[in-house]
């Protein structure tokens, strides 16, 4: 297995109050599959999504991706984890105002080890001809579409996506899933989506159904729809 997460504890302290946001997860996520996690605002699933990216460090319990120890890692190590081997997508698209699309993507590219061709990558999430507008130029969609780029240019082993279709409209998220199919198949990237909404479960091949801290449920879905024929 590429990703597996094993009793995973994370408990915040504010004060008096704890809150424990993890209470023991168990996830395995094969290398090239697309897995979903879908649970309500506040189940936990941006902390895990976090821990996993290297963002934040858990508790206690083990992560592993591509036969890294994450939970092991010391800080300098995390940030060259993070570097190396994970792109990030968010549901809002912070790109730099002031630099054209390519150039939003050259800063990324330019610290990778071994990135893809800019042209290549814009090419796959059909904005190459987006290449030299600013992101005031374009719509919310064609800007996910660039962060999305951003991401894929470093050629990471795993991307973590967290709401990407959460500030678009119907239409515009289903183009977005699509890409994400895309990359999936054309690069073979490992994708981690978190999700609040159910229909999107039906693109992955694992989903996980995050519940108050703990995997309520999970499914393997032996075939996988096309992004164009979900509907919610």
């Given at each position: 297995m590429f990703i597996i997460v094993s009793d995973l504890k994370k408990t915040y302290t504010t004060g008096m109050v704890k809150n424990e946001v993890l209470k023991g997860i168990e996830i395995k996520l094969g290398k090239g599959e697309i897995g979903v996690i879908l649970g309500p605002s506040g189940s936990g699933k941006t902390t895990l999504l976090n821990i996993i990216g290297g963002v934040d460090r858990g508790d206690s319990g083990k992560v592993i991706v591509d036969e890294i120890e994450v939970d092991k890692l010391n800080d300098e190590e995390l940030t060259e984890y993070r570097r190396e081997h994970i792109g990030f997508v968010f549901q809002f698209y912070n790109l730099i105002p002031n630099l054209t699309t390519g150039e939003n993507i050259e800063v990324v590219s330019n610290i990778s080890k071994s990135p893809l061709g800019m042209d290549e990558v814009l090419e796959a999430v059909e904005i190459l001809d987006k290449k030299h507008r600013f992101p005031r130029e374009l719509?919310?969609?064609?800007?996910?579409?660039?962060?999305?780029?951003?991401?894929?240019?470093?050629?990471?082993?795993?991307?973590?996506?967290?709401?990407?279709?959460?500030?678009?409209?119907?239409?515009?998220?289903?183009?977005?899933?699509?890409?994400?199919?895309?990359?999936?198949?054309?690069?073979?990237?490992?994708?981690?989506?978190?999700?609040h909404n159910a229909a999107i479960a039906a693109m992955g091949n694992r989903v996980f159904k995050l519940r108050s801290g703990i995997i309520a449920d999970e499914t393997v879905n032996e075939v996988t729809v096309p992004a164009e024929r979900i509907e919610w």
């Open positions: 719509s919310g969609g064609e800007q996910q579409r660039v962060s999305i780029a951003r991401s894929v240019v470093r050629n990471p082993k795993l991307l973590l996506c967290d709401e990407p279709t959460g500030a678009l409209d119907y239409q515009t998220s289903r183009s977005i899933l699509k890409l994400l199919q895309q990359i999936n198949n054309k690069f073979g990237t490992t994708i981690l989506m978190i999700t």
